[in-house]
């Protein structure tokens, strides 16, 4: 899945490696044995098997965990397949590592754990019995074959837990901007809503149902080959509501990095570990263009915009803001700008 081996249109944005890059970046991922301070660990990808890793990382230094792994299908991963087992089965191997985790992580942190509707049913069960479950948010993925004899799969759950009841969650840094159906008026004033040129929009709070996702393809340039890569403009809600400037975001099923590009354009501190080194590099790839890039696509002034509302968001060449200042340590060479919608 290098560059080059496969010819691709003029217009496709895919990310790729060159043969040097590749080379490069294998050079930069981390290998076990890992050092054992976290300090040494700060802003790594790891190419190895986490569930053999877990054993050995520091204890009670993650803020925040993201769960990606390999949902209950038949899916390859590079040269790796995942066997789809019975819902049963895939509980058994979710629960085999999953409280392995859990002596990573503060007392405060929270946990988000990715899966369909058919395996998120037994991620539940095993996040139930260790730490505490608060949501499950459901995405609609745009994309998805539509199927003869049942409904086409278009949605995704995503659980939001935490490990105690004290912990950290900014509902003012993930609100969403949506048109308004019925603009009301109190004495000729908007009544919580704002008039722009573009439109009138609401800013509304964030709930756990979310149709505002589009999952990266060929023309976006967040795309990248891996097969189930996760749109940079979820992992900024995840990050933004769960964790804060300089926080720990561990993300032990990398893939293409989605995690750790976003950990890198909102200024918080990443671990991440990737098997597949093919896809580790990619990841480190995509942390470095993320220091001359940091927007998220779908985000901007500060808010988190509905699906085709591109004409409407300001212009801005990163999403930082006022209330969400960031990268300035991580060496960023972009400016904070300040949001033209407030
Ligand atoms: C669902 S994908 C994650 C996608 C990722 N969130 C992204 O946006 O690209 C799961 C990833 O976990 C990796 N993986 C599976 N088992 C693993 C293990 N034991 N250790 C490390 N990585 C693993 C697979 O190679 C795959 O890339």
New binding site residues.
């Given amino acids: 899945m290098e560059n080059g081996d496969k010819h691709r249109a003029p217009r496709n944005r895919t990310l790729t490696l060159t043969p040097l890059e590749h080379q490069r970046m294998a050079d930069s991922l981390l290998r076990p044995p890992l050092p054992s301070k976290p300090a040494s660990l700060v802003d790594q990808i790891v190419c190895?098997?986490?569930?053999?890793?877990f054993a050995t990382l520091p204890r009670a230094f993650v803020d925040l965990l993201?769960l990606?792994?390999?949902?209950n299908l038949n899916?390859q991963?590079?040269a790796?397949t995942?066997r789809e087992m019975s819902l049963a089965e895939y509980e058994s191997w979710f629960e085999s590592?999953f409280p392995s985790v859990l002596p990573l992580l503060r007392p405060t942190a929270s946990l988000y754990v990715?899966g369909d509707w058919k395996s998120s049913v037994a991620v539940h069960r095993v996040l139930d019995r260790h730490v505490i479950v608060r949501s499950r948010i459901t995405w609609e993925r745009e994309k998805g074959r539509g199927a003869k004899s049942n409904w086409k799969n278009a949605s995704e759950d995503i659980w939001f837990a935490t490990v105690s009841n004290n912990y950290f969650f900014d509902v003012e840094a993930v609100k969403l901007k949506r048109r308004v159906i019925a603009p009301y008026r109190v004495n000729g004033e908007p009544k919580d809503w704002q008039e722009t040129e573009n439109g009138d929009f609401r800013l509304t709070h964030p709930s756990n149902l979310w149709t505002d996702l589009t999952v990266p393809f060929w023309s976006m340039p967040e795309n990248?080959d891996?097969?189930?890569?996760?749109?940079e403009k979820l992992?900024a809600k995840l990050l933004l509501a769960s964790s804060r400037k300089g926080d720990f975001v561990f993300?032990?099923?990398?893939?293409?990095?989605?995690?750790v590009v976003v950990a890198r354009k909102f200024g918080r501190r990443f671990l991440g570990?990737?098997?597949?080194e093919h896809?580790a590099c990619l990841?480190a790839k995509r942390v470095e263009l993320a220091n001359d890039d940091p927007s998220v696509q779908g985000y901007a002034g500060g808010v988190f915009w509905e699906r085709n509302s591109l004409n409407a968001q300001p212009k801005e060449i990163s999403p930082v803001t006022d209330e969400h200042p960031m990268l300035l340590e991580t060496g960023t060479p972009y400016r904070v700008t300040k949001s033209k919608t407030k």
């Fill in positions: 190895a098997d986490s569930l053999s890793l993201i990606d792994p390999p949902y899916k991963f590079g790796e995942f590592w990715c990248t891996h097969p189930t890569q996760k749109p992992l993300d032990p099923f990398l893939g293409s990095g989605t995690t570990v990737e098997m597949n896809f990841a």
